[in-house]
Structures are given as structure tokens and as C-alpha cells.
């Protein structure tokens, strides 16, 4: 039986293939698509993707997940410019019934040297998976949303590896661009943990906020070990006006 995990690669690389056989992994009858940006209904998948794939783009799988009836992937894309991503997907009997993603223009890399994309791939402590959910939830609701930062070496480890493009490593550069202590504070808002997606030692918290006057979606993916967040990506993504909506479901 092929795992939902394996559903998400070969449906997203029909963007790059224009197989018709991608698209038979979505149940069209039921799906609810959640990028703001996108139609729903307007254009069958398949004529989608042998559309799209005459622009010879290229999905790179960098890490994939698969958490009960959700699979997730973070993504190098290139569609004329290199974008990161991440993709959710929810499934039901085998078929991709609703769809969430945050994309954000890759940048170089930050002043520890790292990029968006690299970094540990291997998913371990399978055992831990619930463990390392409520420890990243937790996170992500007292530290990023209630503000509680002097608790955060309760949850981080001190030599935090960072791949955020403006962040160097450590628990101190991260206090000092949440803060407003740097030249480059993010000036970031959390306001509601909308998902915690996780397998093993990776766990992905989808929230909503604001960088500075912009409404956004933030995608956080830690890595655990021991209980404590020791790796971090992430994306960061605008959501459009309300007007601007080309379907009704909502980026969350």
C-alpha cells in the first residue's frame, strides 16, 4: 500500500513531470485547497500540471513527513526563481483531500552560513513523536506568542543551528532579532498556533501573525533531540487582502 508520504512526492512532482498520474492522487470531488493565490475547481489538476510543466520546473524533496492522515515536505522549488516550501497535505483512503502550503523566495545564506534548505534530514526517536510535539507546541505558545523569553532555554538548546536567512546560530542571536536588540529584529507577531505536524525528532508549527504591518503565515520546523529544539527552519509568507482571495477556504 503506497503511504501517504509517497502520495505527496508523486503528486508534487507532477509539476515537474506533467503526469497524469499525479493528479489521480487528489480526490477532486473533496478538495479543499487553501492557498489563497490558487483556484479551486476553475482547472483539472491534470490539465494544471501538463500546463505547468512546460515551463520545466524542478521539485527538490529536501525532507518528508507523514503524521497520521497528513503528510508534509519541505521543498526547494524552482519556477523561473528558487522558492522554499511547505507542504501539507491531508488524506483520506489514499486521496489528497485538502491542501496548506508556505512559500517563501529563497535567500542566501544567513551569517552562520547556512541556507534555508540545508541541515539534518534523518528522522529519528520515533517513540518521542508526541513528546517533541508538545514540547515544540509549547514553545512556539509561551515563548513566541505569550513572549515568555526568558524561558527559553527551557525549551531551545544554547547552540541552537539556525537556518533562518537573518538569524546567526544560537539561543542569544534568536532573543536578540525577537527582541529588537539587533539591526535586523524580525519584528514579528505570533498570534495563533493554528497546526503541530510531527514525526520522530521534526516537528512543523504552523501559525498566524504579523511582520510588522503584514498579516503572515509562519512555518516553523524544529528538530528535537533530548527534548530540547536544537535545529530551526522556517518560511514566511504574506497573506494576500481578502479581496484578493481566489477561493474561500482561508491560508489556515
Not at 479551486?40 to 500540471?49: M, P, R
Not at 513523536?129 to 532555554?153: C, H, M, P, S, Y
Amino acid at each position: 500500500m503506497t503511504s501517504n508520504r509517497e502520495l505527496l512526492q508523486i503528486f508534487l512532482k507532477g509539476l515537474e513531470t506533467g503526469e497524469a498520474m499525479a493528479a489521480a492522487v487528489v480526490d477532486e470531488t473533496k478538495y479543499i485547497q487553501h492557498n489563497p493565490q490558487t483556484h479551486e475547481g476553475s482547472e483539472g489538476i491534470a490539465t494544471l500540471f501538463a500546463r505547468l510543466a512546460k515551463t520545466n520546473p524542478k521539485v527538490t524533496f529536501q525532507r518528508v513527513f507523514e503524521d497520521g492522515d497528513f503528510a508534509f515536505a519541505h521543498i526547494e522549488y524552482n519556477f523561473s526563481s528558487l522558492r522554499v516550501a511547505f507542504e501539507v497535505f491531508r488524506f483520506e483512503t489514499g486521496k489528497a483531500v485538502e491542501h496548506w502550503d508556505n512559500i517563501q523566495p529563497q535567500q542566501p545564506v544567513n551569517p552562520s552560513g547556512r541556507s534555508m534548505l540545508d541541515g539534518e534530514t534523518e528522522i529519528r526517536d520515533h517513540a518521542r513523536t508526541e513528546e517533541n510535539r508538545a514540547q515544540a507546541r509549547r514553545f512556539v505558545q509561551q515563548v513566541l506568542i505569550d513572549g515568555a523569553q526568558d524561558k527559553i532555554l527551557d525549551f531551545v538548546q544554547a547552540d541552537l543551528i539556525q537556518h533562518h536567512p537573518l538569524i546567526a546560530d544560537g539561543t542569544a542571536a534568536l532573543l536578540a532579532a525577537l527582541s529588537g536588540e539587533n539591526t535586523q529584529a524580525l519584528n514579528l507577531r505570533y498570534q495563533k498556533l493554528h497546526r503541530v505536524l510531527a514525526e520522530g525528532n521534526f516537528v512543523l508549527c504552523v501559525s498566524e501573525g504579523w511582520r510588522g504591518t503584514l498579516h503572515s503565515s509562519f512555518y516553523d520546523l524544529f528538530r528535537l533531540e533530548a527534548g530540547r529544539i536544537v535545529e530551526h527552519w522556517n518560511t514566511t509568507e504574506t497573506v494576500p487582502a481578502r479581496h484578493e482571495w481566489k477561493n474561500d477556504n482561508g491560508k489556515f
